[in-house]
């Protein structure tokens, strides 16, 4: 009876978008590639006080704060996420104090 049990929690669950892991990373460095050319359109648009090097950097650390997920639908539920926000941000949907709030680990209080 344990084992069964056992057998029946280790069930296969339905892919989100990806099949495999291979296909998942090309989701990501593509939505990377995406937003690192979205930067300069970002600082323009929303007239946030950063440079583009400071964007492109920010968004290289939200990404790699997420590099060990290794959950596949982890992985396309941030993949959906983080294409949703990039829709927001380009249809200048969102707001500055949303941008800014990126960057607010990074500046230093008065």
């Known amino acids: 009876a344990g ?25 990501v460095l593509n939505l990377y590639k995406a937003w690192y050319r979205q930067i300069p359109y970002v600082v323009k648009d929303y007239d946030v006080p950063i440079s583009v090097k400071q964007g492109q950097d920010k968004v290289r650390e939200l990404f ?13 539920m941030l ?6 926000d ?13 941008i800014m709030r990126w960057f607010q680990d990074t500046t230093n209080e008065r």
């Open 3 to 27: 084992r069964a049990a056992a057998r029946q929690g280790l069930k296969q669950v339905k892919p989100i978008l990806s099949t495999d892991f291979l296909e998942a990373r090309r989701r």
């Open 64 to 76: 790699m704060k997420n590099k060990n997920v290794t959950d596949l639908r982890a992985i396309d």
């Open 79 to 84: 993949v959906i996420k983080g294409q949703m």
């Open 86 to 98: 990039l829709v927001e941000i380009a249809n200048i949907w969102a707001q500055r104090p949303h």
